[in-house]
DNA sequence: ACGGTCATGTAAAGTGTTACATGATTAC
DNA sequence: GTAATCATGTAACACTTTACATGACCGT
């Protein structure tokens, strides 16, 4: 799946600019896809010239013109069929992970200032959706509680799992040779 | 960071072929990072033309050729160098959640086919995960066992979270109008 | 004999990221 | 006035995916 057919998803949820499915992408969407101004505006002129979706240049009373999108018939029967042709795929790409599968070569400090980053985002992510429920959310439809809902879990998790097991790449002392009980990897919350 | 700068962190482990690597981006990285053939022949090819690896065009006892690559102190320090010049991020590209996110576009037979075969992924992927910590657990980094442990936990709170949650977008009775109790999503394990 | 695994690559097409370029409107 | 936000795009580059192409070795 592509940016072009998420872009058509977003028109068949309702009607907006190219800047306000950036918005879009930026929260709903933040934490399980992504896409640019540079991705998103050749998308909506190619679904424009497919004929999936239209605009009027609208002027607004006495503010400047935008091109405000709207999906076809043709465009909303395309993206049902593209829900229904989709490969639930699930894909991870984390240098975060990367890092600490390497921690033995990196210094203490750069891994401590890695996990601190990396914790911190997920409390901004958590926060974000926080807000987002608060504000929005008595009009969620089931799809967006299920994935909001899901986006929390596995935040959650990871920041759990991160606190409870961080000692494993940041001790140095090594008092765990004899692999004692403290190397057992923590998973309760 | 790319394929290159991971087959260098591959090769700072042991040494291997293009096919070893390959096994290995589908075995330790699977779960956080994904390349193919396509990527792994032309970065290694690279990575021997700026000196940060090479080779010897082995021929074994009976054997056909292959080439072994290893590690150069060069590249030694170049991969030391690039994990302290990554940026920690962490992405997910998630169809399935878009598919979710869009559940009331999709039949119920369609959605329950989804979730099932994410489900089977995920235990698919918990079960290789066993395989290999049963295997060769006891010669793990500390690395590697937290990225081990984390990739548990992660796909537990996931398989958790489908599990009790799927009625969200299953239930297609809409008994649930008034916002009573049974909308609430369920986190605990 | 046959299927699976080992083993190495190339080429084209598709995609996304980043930087650049511009300018109006709004809130403080 | 000025900084942030609204708003639209282009172009070059980087990167990955997919399909193609080939063939030896090993176990049964």
Redesign the pocket.
């Known amino acids: 799946m592509?940016?072009k057919t998420l872009c058509l998803g977003v028109l068949c949820h309702c009607d907006a600019?190219?800047?306000?499915i950036k918005k879009h992408f930026e929260s709903a969407f933040s934490h399980f896809f992504?896409?640019?101004?540079?991705?998103i505006?050749?998308a909506?002129?190619e679904l424009t010239e497919r004929g999936l979706i239209c605009c009027d240049a609208e002027s607004r009373a006495g503010?400047?013109e935008?091109?405000l999108y709207r999906v076809t018939e043709e465009g909303r029967r395309a993206f049902e069929d593209a829900l229904c042709a989709t490969e639930p795929r699930h894909k991870v790409r984390s240098e975060f992970l990367v890092l600490l599968y390497f921690a033995q070569l990196m210094p203490t400090s750069r891994l401590t200032e890695v996990l601190d980053q990396r914790l911190g985002e997920i409390e901004a992510t958590l926060g974000q959706l926080d807000t987002m429920e608060r504000l929005e959310g008595d009009r969620w439809s089931p799809g967006e509680q299920f994935v909001g809902g899901f986006g929390r879990a596995i935040l959650e998790a990871s920041r759990n799992y991160i606190r409870q097991n961080r000692h494993l790449v940041e001790d140095t002392t090594d008092s765990g040779q004899t692999s004692g009980v403290s190397d057992l990897r923590v998973n309760a919350v």
Chains 1, 2 share one sequence.
Do not use: I, N
């Not at 600019?17 to 306000?20: K, R």
């Not at 992504?34 to 991705?39: D, N, V």
């Open positions: 592509d940016v600019t190219g800047y306000d992504l896409a640019g101004y540079g991705s505006y050749p909506l002129a503010k400047r935008r091109k």
